[in-house]
């Protein structure tokens, strides 16, 4: 991949993505809900999910703080799109099958975020909602945004703004996915890693031991525990799905970190 220093935005739609500033994640927000977590993962148990991070390669700033991995990011996809300006090298043409698609009017631009993560993530006693805006990162730097175009909005209509490779920009140019970024997955596979959470538990795509996965094969934060190429052993992970709700459901199986300036 090529190199691009991670950061992080907030959201748009193609009148308007709502935004938000990317400060200290909370248990407040946007679409969903709080309550006991359940699944196989026993609560308080953590995991070192330093492994995750080898796959950001060159794309941007890995460091540790202590138990806490810090990724600094421009959040300029390394990948080609309409939401660059024409004159830019980096511009492309819509060319994807979505026959409604429809160009918002935001422009990716450069962003300065930074992440901070737990390298041991561990289940929480309750889910915490996602928020508007960053609630994870890609390994090619992008901001990974939630189910919702605004506070209990859906994706419905915003949907035909994203470009071939399952993105677009909000209202200050910060580029994101809400859904699988088929860039990252045309390159490391289906079932590959395609990133993390603020709470430190991978995203991997859709597919599973020969299997496309769909949300009812997910709990209901949208993830389970199996073995992993990184993590044999198991680990409580993310999927995407091509259905709703795409990358995560009702909130964090851990305790999320913070992005900022």
């Keep these: 991949m090529r190199n691009t220093r991670l950061l992080l935005t907030t959201l748009v739609s193609i009148a308007s993505c709502q935004a938000s500033s990317p400060t200290a994640t909370t248990g407040t927000t946007t679409g969903g809900t709080t309550g006991t977590n359940t699944g196989t993962t026993p609560t308080g148990g953590s995991v070192d999910a330093s492994a995750i991070y080898a796959a950001f390669g060159g794309s941007g700033v890995v460091t540790r703080n202590g138990a806490t991995v810090v990724v600094t ?18 511009y492309e043409a819509y060319n994807g099958t979505n026959t409604r698609f429809v160009l918002n009017p935001n422009r990716i631009a450069d962003q300065l975020l930074v992440y901070r993560i737990t390298s041991t993530p561990a289940v929480a006693a309750s889910v915490s909602a996602t928020p508007l805006g960053p609630i994870g990162v890609t390994v090619n730097g992008v901001a990974i945004f939630n189910q919702y175009a605004g506070p209990n909005q859906p994706l419905t209509n915003e949907i035909d703004s994203f470009d071939q490779y399952g993105g677009h920009p909000q209202q200050t140019g910060q580029y994101h996915y809400h859904v699988e970024p088929l860039w990252i997955t045309a390159k490391v596979g289906k079932g590959g890693l395609i990133g993390v959470l603020l709470d430190g538990f991978p995203v991997y795509g859709p597919l599973e031991n020969g299997k496309t996965l769909v949300s009812s094969d997910l709990d209901a934060l949208h993830g389970h525990t199996s073995a992993t190429a990184q993590f044999p052993n198991g680990i409580y992970h993310y999927h995407v799905t091509a259905d709703s709700p795409y990358i995560n459901g009702t909130g964090f199986k851990g305790t999320p970190g913070t992005v900022g300036r």
């Excluded at 990011?73 to 980096?90: E, V």
């Design 73 to 90: 990011s421009t959040n300029i996809p390394d990948h080609k799109s309409p939401y660059f300006q024409p004159t830019d090298a980096r």
